[in-house]
């Protein structure tokens, strides 16, 4: 479990999430227990993304980190605001994301204009990224941010901040055709029809077991869902379940009258 040693700087977003150097010289972006978009959100965040991860999709790697009341005690900015107050963020074991390098030499980028994003190298991921979207019934937009990575001169996108996933807190499935879509559909051009998404909806279906769904919750602290074991395993019976709806969600976002495909056939 990587140990924070530093806050870098706060980052944008509800979560109210933190940059934190660690001890072994990585950095993350750390989600704390107490943010205020609740605690399932951890949850949510790591069994996501452990499981975008298994179908190949471009996430960053994730940990459970260590943040120590000494380093909140002694840091005055690790607090989480509420409304016209403030609280110390809370000790113990936090939500991590890796940060796509050192802060010194990556720049990180949450938009491009429209002819880098046209060249960014992995794009057609942004299709895999919306049938996983669609089985986990992300209720947010698609996020996704933008670096080059050493030695590339284009952008890779890293798809980012699954906390919506499972709808949030909820852990129900309200399926609609515009959630989980990226905003600017330009990411969705190579989408001509269902070969589109087939690479990502074969691995869902080779790759996603029960085994393996338990063995990724098992990871999860279980304050993060409240103890509430019972609560998981139902959730991960259904998005089995779900497997096989991927195909109808994504076509009921191609009928829907935003048109995210515009060259599908």
Known sequence: MPLAVEQVRRMRGGAQSHLMRCQD???????????????????????????AAQLGLPTAGVAVVEVSEALIDGTEDLVIQLGRGRTRCQAGPQFGSRYPGLPSEIV?????????????????????????????CNTNGRQAIFFRAPGETRYRAQMIDQGFCFNAGEWT???????????????????RGMEAFEPWLARLESKITIGLLGEIADEIPPDWYGGDRAAVEKLLEQLMRRRALVPDLIRAAWKCSAQPFPNWI
């Not at 950095?27 to 605690?39: A, D, L, R, S």
């Not at 960014?120 to 089985?135: E, S, Y």
């Open 173 to 191: 499935f309200p399926d609609a055709p515009l959630r989980g879509l990226y905003m600017r559909h330009r990411v969705y051009e190579s989408a």
């Open 108 to 136: 990180v980028y949450d938009f491009l204009p429209e002819e880098q994003l046209r060249e960014v190298v992995n794009i057609k991921d942004f299709c895999g990224m919306l049938a996983f979207d669609k089985w986990t």
């Open 25 to 51: 010289g990585s950095y993350y972006v750390v989600k704390f227990q107490n943010n205020p978009q609740g605690m399932r959100r951890l949850a949510n965040e790591l069994l996501a993304t452990k499981l």
